[in-house]
């Protein structure tokens, strides 16, 4: 069993037995973050979900004890759609959100694709792609679903993001020097002291997750800091 590290002291409530509702509620208690989930809901993009460090960040900087959060001014949308595999979608969705939130640098990548450039078969959804990220603290999306609850998307799970561990997924472990290239160009240990980088999993020890619809609403005035 792992021994999570926690909070800083007084820094957020314990973690509960779900902490996938938990990741849900932080980042319903951003208002920003909620009006950039309502953006891309309204572009309809199958498979959809904001990944990376719109939820990774969020959760380190919650759990150092960091407030008011360091803003971002990236922003990962991920989707999955075969039938329409062109980069003129993606640059029209980009265009949309950066008229709704200037400033912001959207990046809307369809997944379907994303296995050229990397040289594999073609995925099969949005969390298959996912797994052929470098890091698994990284693969944790987010959704709005149309009835304004969240879900998060994980295939990884989420006990290495919330136990501030970083590991190579099991693709990024046949990548090694990419892997570590990425952690020294993100500064990383640098921005969160208390992250710890891990030997990766055998991937029969890895969770095999999916969607997990919460029953966090947006709205609902949890503020986790």
């Known amino acids: 069993m792992r021994t999570r590290p926690g909070p800083v002291p007084g ?20 208002a920003r973050a909620v009006g950039q989930l309502r953006a891309v809901r309204e572009l309809a993009l199958p498979d959809w979900c904001i990944a ?7 959760v380190w900087d919650a759990l150092h004890g960091m407030a008011p959060r360091r803003e971002r001014h990236d922003v990962d949308v ?72 969240l879900a998060v998307i994980a295939p990884f799970g989420v006990d290495d993001l919330l136990d501030l561990a ?18 020294a160009a993100k500064r990383w240990l640098a921005h969160w002291p208390r992250l710890r980088l891990e030997a990766p999993l055998a991937r029969a020890d890895l969770p095999a997750l999916g969607w997990r619809r919460t029953d966090q609403r947006v709205g609902t005035g949890f503020s986790p800091l």
């Not at 970083?166 to 952690?183: K, L, N, S, V």
């Open 11 to 30: 820094a957020v409530p314990g973690i509960p037995s779900d902490p996938m509702s938990w990741i849900a509620r932080l980042v319903a208690a951003d």
């Open 78 to 149: 991920l989707f999955f759609d075969q039938a329409d595999a062109g980069r003129e979608r993606e640059a029209d969705a980009e265009a949309r959100l950066a008229r709704a939130f200037a400033g912001t640098a959207w990046e809307v990548r369809n997944q379907a694709r994303m296995h050229v450039a990397k040289g594999l078969p073609p995925h099969r959804d949005t969390a298959h792609a996912m797994t052929f990220w470098l890091e698994t603290p990284t693969a944790v999306g987010i959704r709005l679903d149309a009835d304004d609850t």
């Open 166 to 183: 970083c590991r190579p997924t099991p693709w990024g472990a046949t990548r090694r020097a990419d892997y570590e290239a990425r952690i």
């Open 52 to 58: 990376a460090g719109f939820v990774r960040d969020r």
